[in-house]
């Protein structure tokens, strides 16, 4: 408890030295913040300071307060459908600046979690840590096989700190919720959670490994990028030991220069990587800041891009990648009706919303972009407009489309630094295209029926005791003979005969359809590698398919029919 006043008393010192009060204060809040302010000591409210850009008074604050806050200042940068554009600049130059902590630290934490010395895991282990930052630091090893690694090692008492500052941070946000005007809108402890769950995926190595080797694998067939080697048997909960890669920094433009590399393709290799792991692998690496991105020194004029960091990474549902994509596509083609209908259909906003005066808001906001060269326009900024207007119709954040968003802005600006004259669409645009062709393509049909082949195949024999069941049942004697009452006497039970009838043969249609369907899949799935092939199905499953087809549009007529 000592601990913790101890904190918040520094915290108060530190926003009041920074003027942060004279934020909230401009914002109209209440009389305890007021009285919070008015009973600080004068001594702690420093002029110079105070006199800075908000924006730079905020970033220093949070630099001063240590690691949990800078991690979080450069998260809410992100956010800049909660924060004023000066402020979220600012926040995105907040840079992890640590002093390293002591060798032997490191080392007591390698040998308790590894269970053996560094002189027994290591041929050679070098004390100085080559990078230091606010959640780990990196020292360079040989294995005794020889091969040179890097060795993680998380900060010493990280986790008590990142405890300790997030119970105040929820806290602080509990206050400003309820005595700040803008506290309600602004949803402080919602935020305030979405950075807890980023920060504690970046304090278990293990994870981030285990992300690394699926970004790993999803690329293993390409050139374009490289991702180091994960050492599984030196790997635990505080270590990770990984292939230690040579390259040079992304941001080292004047070098790339200097060694011919051809900075346009290394520009639209970056970006096709980027949507190939959202849209092909739904897998994506979300911290792609310049400083976790180098290039292969090997092949300037065909470049390799070298990944490192992985404790975050994202993930979208199926529905949010169909949708955000037709979302960019509809976008550049200028068709905002189609954006407003998409933004509803996903639930991503109401449904009751009116989606002519919704999309009458995002032409108002994005048709002025259009005005800008092709190569001008910001996909991060199109997110972002889309996204504050949507707020205005009451649509719920969406933290997977704000991380999308974060990285999407890094990309973007690491790509126009290597090539001002980038062209993000034309690059984008093959990828979007290609991953809408393949979702609505047969193969991807037949795909999925095959995953759900084994369950069919178990349900097929229960299917004619469920009809009989179906049939027989009170519920569907109870739906004919409310419409039955529904109609005049003299032709109720003839109707009723008749909608029993129709319902009856729908029923057989339907199965047939289902199980020529089945079928259709067994002879794509089982059938001889010999029988001749369309797009790679058998030819007698495209027939058992059209016969299926036609079962299920009978069906759907039987349906029809009995109810006129």
């Known amino acids: 408890m000592f601990n913790r006043i101890k904190r918040l008393y520094t915290i108060q010192k530190v926003l009041l030295t920074y003027g942060i009060d004279e934020l909230l204060l401009d914002r109209k809040p209440s009389t305890v913040l007021k009285l919070l302010s008015s009973i600080s000591p004068d001594r702690w409210r420093n002029d110079k300071t105070r006199s800075l850009p908000r ?9 001063e307060l240590g690691p949990v806050f800078v991690k979080f200042g450069q998260m809410l940068s992100t956010r800049r459908d909660l924060l004023a554009d000066d402020i979220a600049i600012e926040l995105a130059l907040l840079q992890d600046q640590v002093p390293p902590f002591p060798s032997s630290q490191s080392i007591t934490c390698i040998e308790d979690s590894l269970g053996a010395s560094v002189t027994e895991l290591f041929a050679q282990f070098e ?26 090692v998380l900060r010493p008492g990280i986790k008590s700190t990142i405890a300790r500052d997030l119970s105040l941070m929820y806290l602080m946000a509990d206050m400003a919720a309820s005595f700040w005007s803008d506290g309600k809108r602004l949803r402080p ?3 305030v959670s979405e950075y807890e769950k980023t920060i504690y995926d970046e304090l278990d ?6 992300n690394a080797s699926q970004l790993k694998r999803n690329f293993s067939d390409s050139d374009e990028l490289y991702i180091p080697e994960i050492y599984w048997d030196y790997t635990q909960g505080d270590v990770l030991v990984m292939e230690r890669i040579r390259g040079i920094p992304v941001s080292d433009i004047k070098e790339l220069k200097a060694r011919g590399y051809d900075l346009e393709k ?58 955000l994509s037709q979302n960019l596509l509809a976008f550049f083609e200028q068709d905002y009706y189609k954006v407003a209908r ?9 449904a009751d919303t009116r989606v002519e005066e919704f999309e009458s808001s995002i032409r108002t906001v994005c048709e002025p972009i259009f005005e800008k060269p092709l190569e001008e326009i ?25 991380l999308l968003q974060k990285t999407l802005l890094n990309i973007e600006g690491l790509g126009r630094q290597l090539y001002p004259q980038l062209d993000l669409w034309k690059t984008a645009r093959p990828v979007l295209k290609g991953f809408m062709i393949e979702q609505n393509s047969p193969l991807t049909v037949l795909r999925e029926i095959q995953k759900n082949v084994p369950e069919w195949g178990r349900m097929l024999p229960e299917m004619p005791g469920l009809v009989h069941q179906f049939l027989q049942s009170g519920g569907l004697q109870e739906g004919l003979n409310s419409n039955v009452r529904s109609q005049p006497f003299a032709r109720s039970q003839h109707h009723a005969q008749s909608s029993h009838s129709a319902i009856a043969n729908a029923t057989i249609y339907a199965i047939c359809s289902a199980g020529l369907f089945i079928s259709a899949t067994v002879v794509t799935v089982l059938g001889s590698p010999n029988l001749a092939r369309l797009f790679g199905v058998p030819l007698w499953a495209w027939l058992i398919l059209l016969a299926s087809i036609w079962s299920l549009r009978r069906a759907f007529k039987s349906v029809a029919s009995a109810h006129p």
């Not at 924006?55 to 630099?63: A, D, K, V």
């Not at 990196?138 to 993680?152: F, L, P, R, T």
Request: a negative charge.
């Open 378 to 402: 910001s996909f991060g900024q199109v997110l972002l407009r889309l996204f504050q207007t949507a707020r205005r119709f009451k649509m719920e954040v969406q933290p997977q489309l704000v």
């Open 55 to 63: 924006g730079e008074r905020l970033r220093r604050s949070l630099e």
């Open 266 to 323: 290394l520009a639209e290799r970056g970006v096709n990587i980027f949507f190939t792991q959202v849209f092909r692998d739904n897998f994506f690496h979300a911290d792609m800041h310049p400083g976790n991105i180098f290039i292969s020194e090997d092949n300037p004029l065909d470049p390799t891009y070298i990944a490192v960091d992985f404790g975050i990474v994202g993930t979208l549902t199926e529905e949010d990648r169909h949708y």
């Open 342 to 350: 998409l933004h509803v259909d996903s639930g991503w906003v109401p």
């Open 205 to 210: 190595m293990q994870r981030e490994a285990a």
């Open 189 to 191: 402890r919602e935020v």
């Open 127 to 152: 004390s100085a840590p080559l990078a230091s930052a606010s959640i780990a630091q990196v020292h360079a090893a040989v294995m005794h096989s020889g091969e040179q690694v890097v060795v993680k």
